[in-house]
């Protein structure tokens, strides 16, 4: 796992040595993503730094790594997983290795496919490989986005980098702020790809490639899923592939040099990784936990559970509100963007606490998606019925009844059907396709276009959010609701939230994260499974826990999706009032001279008194607010 940069010029000129010292200054902001060692190259056309975090090869890995001739460089952040059987095929043909670490592979499978070699991959990447008898920079990312890569053109020349304040750093120009996508944030909670808060900078998306060659830039998608047609085996026979499937995917998860562990959450998702990697390993696995003081949004029980159930050796974190503010300011720093995810706070401080015992830490991201875990996917059906009665009814009727239900904002959301009607009774004139926008919790277009001053408003695409994902939901290769929303969640909130989230927070801690379930050959056999075996009723993850009932506790198997909650409501309603008062309405509050002071005073009135929830709209402008603070100092 590492980080790179670097930049390519338009043409074969050598780097100056200005532009030298800018890529070098963008390496040095990756340093917790490679604490291990750096390595650069420079010659005409080119300039390519990394920070190395060893993990595979540690005496010989050292990028970036060249081929025989020295005709191809590249630099590497990720994880090839089937490295040894590319390699074994490759010396075959008659390549030379000089290393064992997987990074070399990239530039002998170049050799022998060009850019058709990343359909060989099977893994989580972002490299960047220079070709120099084409003067071409090739870079690529990984088919579910696990690995991040930013880049801009200035001047004629390219800029990349794996976190955008490293990218920031070696700009001749300051960006703009993009307004529109902050807007879309408001949205969506997090800025989706390719957009980034800054105009003219953008996110590789995942499944694409880049092709730099003499100031000439293109990018292409090279992968896709496909939910149709779909297997027609027995259950069972599915039931026993879907074991084989996950079971090779933890295996190949568990290649490492150095000490190896799990984020246990109790979930099923989880559970089933820990299951597995006690099947394969021969020592006890390693497992990690956080929790609150706020009972009903720890499950730290759970996770014991399952510890216990596999004689894990167990590790637990509590996290309090006592720490959020200075916490939230490290974790905004790292993500150089806004991203309101509130389980960005616990995850940080457990890969600090993972980290002082291993390197890499494998996890359950993913299952959700692939397998459809979240409530709102057996709810989606009953939610398209009551949009399609009498406005009368849902714009009148229902919301006074609604406002008369008592609130239950203590607990998480996914314990509050309260919360959810009143979510939905909320709902203005949405498009029926609109999952994510039906059930989430931040601003819907109304709520945006109150909140906006007006000389802002009036600059903005309306009801951009909505039409956002309804492009992905028409795209996907998919015959019914379910699978085109599990198709926009993968290619919308799981890139754009999850994996940034999981990303940046384990990097911070300079610890490596592996995510089974995002196995790309995984989810491609998932996505093909009859949706009787992802939901039924109100249980979704359908083939998960029948493939894996003999193994897991009762109690695991039958839980609903809690989700990573925090008590972000209760927090916001007593020991966080006066700091989120502070940044929302105080005189220096950076937000002013975008937002209606107005509209910011009564979103957090009405959430303290208790007449409204509006803790994840509220948590959503802090960051925003920490962000553009952090920015300007």
């Known amino acids: 796992m590492c980080g790179i940069c670097g930049l390519a010029l338009s043409s074969n000129t050598m780097p100056s040595p200005k532009a030298q010292h800018q890529v070098r200054q963008m390496n040095a902001r990756l340093v917790h993503r490679g604490p291990d060692g750096e390595g650069y190259y420079f010659a005409p056309g080119v300039g390519l730094a990394m920070r190395r975090l060893a993990i595979i090869d540690l005496q010989t890995g050292d990028q970036p790594i060249a081929n025989e001739d020295e005709t191809l460089w590249v630099v590497f952040n990720g994880e090839i997983y089937n490295f040894p059987q590319l390699r074994e095929d490759l010396t075959r043909r008659g390549h030379r290795f000089r290393t064992r670490t997987d990074t070399e592979t990239l530039v002998h499978l170049y050799e022998e496919y060009g850019i058709d070699c990343i359909h060989h991959l099977r893994g989580m990447f972002a490299f960047a490989l220079w070709d120099v008898a084409h003067q071409r920079l090739f870079i690529a990312r990984d088919r579910l986005g696990q690995k991040p890569l930013y880049y801009t053109v200035q001047g004629g020349v390219l800029y990349f980098a794996s976190e955008l304040p490293a990218l920031l750093t070696a700009l ?149 509100y006592g720490n959020i503010p200075s916490t939230l300011e490290t974790i ?89 009607l009143k979510r939905l009774a909320q709902l203005p004139q949405v498009d029926t396709r609109a999952s994510l926008l039906r059930w989430g919790s931040y601003f819907g277009p109304q709520q945006r276009e109150a909140l906006w001053r007006p000389e802002h408003r009036a600059t903005l695409t309306p009801r951009q959010a909505e039409t956002w994902l309804v492009r992905y939901f028409t795209a996907a290769q998919a015959d019914t609701l379910l699978d085109r929303t599990l198709y926009t969640d993968i290619h919308t909130y799981l890139p754009g939230d999850l994996l940034v989230k999981a990303d940046r927070m384990t990097m911070a801690a300079s610890l490596e994260g592996r995510s089974p379930f995002l196995d790309h050959e995984l989810m491609a056999w998932a996505a093909r499974l009859p949706l009787s075996m992802k939901v039924r009723g109100r249980t979704g993850k359908v083939a998960l826990r029948l493939a894996f009932a003999d193994r897991l506790p009762p109690k695991i198997l039958a839980r609903g999706k809690q989700g990573f909650g925090v008590p972000l409501n209760a927090w916001l309603r007593e020991p966080l009032t006066d700091w989120a008062r502070e940044l929302l309405l105080g005189t220096n509050s950076p937000l002013h001279d975008w937002f209606r002071e107005d509209a910011l005073r009564q979103l957090l009135e009405e959430h303290t008194t208790g007449r409204e929830d509006h803790g994840k709209r509220l948590w959503a402008l802090l960051v925003l607010a920490v962000w553009r603070q952090r920015g300007q100092e």
């Open 332 to 420: 905004v720093d790292h993500l150089g963007e806004p991203l309101a995810d509130p389980s960005l706070l616990p995850l940080y401080h457990l890969s600090r606490l993972t980290r002082d015992h291993v390197t890499v830490a494998l996890n359950g991201d993913g299952g959700d998606e692939a397998f459809a875990g979240y409530p709102r996917y057996w709810l989606d059906p009953w939610a398209n019925r009551y949009l399609r009665l009498p406005r009368w009814f849902t714009q009148g009727i229902v919301p006074f009844l609604v406002r008369q239900l008592p609130d239950r904002n203590a607990q998480p959301v996914g314990h509050s059907l309260v919360n959810g």
């Open 172 to 320: 001749p120009h300051a960006p703009e702020i993009s307004l529109e996508a902050l807007d879309l944030y408001l949205a969506l909670q997090y800025i989706p790809e390719p957009l980034t808060p800054y105009q003219g900078i953008y996110k590789l998306p995942a499944a694409h490639l880049l092709i730099w060659e003499k100031g000439h830039l293109e990018t292409q998608r090279y992968w896709d899923l496909a939910y149709t047609p779909k297997w027609e085996a027995p259950q069972e026979e599915l039931l026993d592939q879907l074991r084989a499937q996950v079971e090779e995917a933890v295996r190949l998860r568990m290649v490492s040099d150095v000490p190896l562990g799990a984020h246990l959450s109790g979930g099923i998702d989880s559970s089933v990784v820990v299951a597995v990697m006690a099947q394969l390993s021969d020592q006890p696995v390693q497992t990690f936990s956080v929790g609150f003081e706020e009972t009903a949004f720890s499950e730290l029980a759970y996770a014991r559970e399952v510890a216990e159930r596999f004689g894990t050796d167990h590790h637990e974190f509590i996290l309090k």
